[in-house]
């Protein structure tokens, strides 16, 4: 999580996002980027959404930050370009690690246009805890161009529509929802030493995603779970875009089987 990673207490990251409020809001060319928002409403979207952001590839981080808020209320490029040099400019002042500051910089504004999202929506786009269940997810991925079903077990299988298949499980009495990705040996033979090795490997080449491998009748599985916790409720874009982030993320692991030691090896 982002706080952990780059600020040493939430006060930390409050005062910050606090500066860059007071920075924007006084600047006459950006400052109806928070046109209708208040700063209680960004602050405690911050802390509710930061852990719904998944991590990715650093490359992602030292690309031109992307407007993730509707067409319909997206700034100028420009305008949008100058938020992001603010915010990472409020960081470096401040002193924070400079290999994390895209990181933290991207997190918080992608938060914040969620945030600006909301104010603009005309129907309420964040579910509740009560009326979070297999049946939503799956009819919510339907709608977003996936291919999805409810397997025997409960968890919503994503077939085709994204990178990998993917599976989703809604635990109701945790209030969490889990992302698991799995990659299923070429041949029962393999032994789960050779996958124990691979895993190994992935996680010292990739530090955005956790790889594991385990026994299965089917042979050797390499997997990845991604963990949110949503009691307080749950912004379908933010879930989405979660999502499929998760899915390219597992894909990078699976690219790098040079040895073709699993079926879903891309060629």
Known sequence: MVINLVFNSKDECENL???FYEYVVDKRDIKHFFFGINLDRVLEDQFLYLPLIVRKPKRYYKETV????????????????EICFVMRMLLEQEGYPKNLIPMAATNMIEIMEETRAQIADSEVKVWKPLEIDKELISDFYNKN??????????????????????WTRVVPDKTKIIFIAQAFSAGQSTPIE???HFCHDLNTKIDYMHFHARE????????????MNYASGLPSRMFMRAMRV???????????????ILKNTKK
């Open 246 to 260: 998760f899915a390219s993320n597992f894909d990078s692991g699976v690219r790098l089987d040079v040895n073709q």
């Open 17 to 19: 996002i606090k500066k």
């Open 145 to 166: 161009r996936t291919d999805a079903r409810i397997e025997k077990n409960g968890d919503v299988y994503i077939s085709s529509g994204l990178p990998t298949p993917t």
């Open 216 to 227: 299965s009748n089917m042979g050797p599985v390499m997997f990845a779970r991604h963990e």
């Open 66 to 81: 992307m407007q993730t808020a509707p067409s319909g209320i997206q700034i100028k490029v420009p305008q949008f370009d």
């Open 194 to 196: 050779t996958f124990n």
